[in-house]
């Protein structure tokens, strides 16, 4: 948006383009050429290109109109040695699902569109005793502008406080608040999870199993909760026997469901807590010679590209995650240019019906 100056501030803008009209003619501009026309310092300047609130409406708009009369265009690696820091976006994340990566980075992409910021991506380990080591060097070494954390990377406390501590600008995702509105989006994960047990219930199922994400993981312990409130309330329960731990990946779902066909009392509906175990789980529902959904009613949750395209279409959770990422992008250079939030940014899931669920056989 065009900031209009103060009405006696035209005389002072035109006789500074009428100078640098008459530059422009000599040849390329430089930083110093700008601050001197406009008769400010050089990091004046600075804080206008980088969009520091501390300059001054009227200096704001005289030394923008310089700069576009003179067509100049910001050395991107001059910005960064003038804000101490790199023009990098990082995406720290250990999150086995490929597909989820991937959309959260189209997300930030799209949000860092015709901007000077690349997005760097940085895979780690929560279980490596080296992890803050390893990521205290590579904020050393690299400097970024800030960080993207999603799960379950977002969920550690002392990598916050770490990245508090060396002026790290950053963003966290997560299915519960934690930490202040300017740094945080927050996701419904219970909510979502409490469709998909109402969505089975009023099918008619009542033996209902539960293939849950890891236990390290906060979104798994949000998901599976939620989901015992949504059969709760539609006077359900999920026995002992009808829950199985699984990885968040296509293989540990394949596994789990192998392990619920061959229980005691096999299931009619199975929610997963992802769609990669989704995935598995008609894998191992196939090989066990059963049929989706006339013997097996499967949900899962994100709502993956991949939902739509198995067969039959997987019922799912939709969690906006490109959405989510071109957020957080968003939110973080919100934060860079000091622009407070006008309160906590969350993203609500909704339950996609599609052709994986159907009432229970008929006995």
Request: proline residues 7%.
């Amino acid at each position: 948006m065009t900031e209009t100056p103060p009405p006696d501030a035209e005389t002072e803008v035109a006789e500074a383009l009428r100078e640098a009209a008459e530059f422009r003619q000599q040849g390329r501009a430089t930083i110093n050429d700008i601050a001197r026309i406009a008769k400010v310092s050089k990091k004046t300047v600075s804080r206008v290109i980088n969009e520091s609130p501390l300059v001054k409406p009227r200096t704001r708009h005289l030394v923008k109109a310089i700069i576009s009369e003179l067509g100049f265009t910001p050395d991107p690696q001059a910005r960064a040695l003038a804000l101490r820091r790199s023009f990098l976006i990082g995406l720290v994340y250990d999150n086995p699902s490929p597909q989820y990566v991937v959309n959260m980075q189209r997300g930030i992409l799209d949000g860092l569109e015709a901007t000077d910021f690349q997005l760097v991506l940085r895979p780690v380990n929560r279980a490596d005793a080296d992890l803050k080591d390893r990521l205290k060097q590579f904020i050393l070494q690299h400097k970024p502008f800030g960080l993207i954390l999603p799960p379950s990377v977002s969920e550690d406390e002392e990598l916050a406080a770490m990245m508090r501590a060396h002026e790290v600008d950053y963003v966290r995702i997560a299915s519960v608040e934690l930490d202040t509105p300017g740094r945080m989006i927050r996701t419904h994960d219970a909510e979502g999870a409490a469709q998909a047990a109402r969505h089975l219930c009023a099918l008619g199922h009542t033996a209902i199993a539960h293939i849950h994400g890891p236990e390290s993981f906060r979104s798994a312990h949000e998901r599976r909760s939620g989901f015992i409130r949504g059969l709760t309330e539609s006077g359900r329960s999920l026995s002992a026997d009808m829950i199985v731990e699984a990885g968040y990946t296509f293989d540990s779902g394949l596994l789990a469901m192998e392990k619920l066909l061959y229980a005691r009392r096999r299931p009619t509906a199975i929610f997963a807590g992802n769609d990669e175990m989704a995935t598995g789980a008609y894998v191992a529902v196939r090989k066990a010679g059963l049929r989706i959904p006339e013997d097996i009613s499967i949900v899962g949750f994100d709502d993956t590209p991949i939902a739509a395209r198995l067969w039959p279409a997987l019922t799912t959770v939709r969690l906006p995650i490109r959405e989510m990422g071109r957020a957080a992008a968003k939110l973080l250079l919100d934060q860079a240019a000091g622009k407070e939030p006008e309160g906590q940014l969350s993203f609500s899931p909704e339950i996609v019906v599609r052709d994986s669920t159907a009432s229970p056989p008929a006995k």
